[in-house]
């Protein structure tokens, strides 16, 4: 199985216009950065949101990338680490064989974390291995 960030990995959100309107508002107008053609889930880093959020970010989901198996998994910690720690337990909880992120400090950081998962990292909405 595989998985996915999601913003700025398959979805573009101006997080400073987040500032001025909600990020629920922002993210109803995300530009799709990258669609996968295989089954996939969502682990972000974003934390727990308001039921607002959850619904655009399901919407944005059905309507842009059709191979989405449905799932979103929210890391819930307060710090880069923390959200290193949860994205590798996430990914073993649900037997991810390759993970794919825009950040490269979180894919150098969860390689140790998670021997034997293929890491991606997003570019301009290219995909390479890490």
Known sequence: MEAYDLDDTLAGVDFAEANVRSLAT?????????????????I????????????ATYDWMVRNQPEWDGQIHYCNADSEQGVIEEKARLIKAHRITDFTDNNEDILTALKPL???VTLWL???GQRQRF
Not at 44 to 55: C, K, Q
């Open 44 to 55: 972000t880093a974003r934390p727990h949101s308001t039921a607002d959020l959850r619904r």
């Open 26 to 42: 922002v993210f109803r107008q995300a530009k799709v950065l990258y669609v996968p053609d295989v089954s996939f889930t969502v």
């Open 114 to 116: 998670v021997p034997g």
């Open 122 to 124: 997003i570019d301009n």
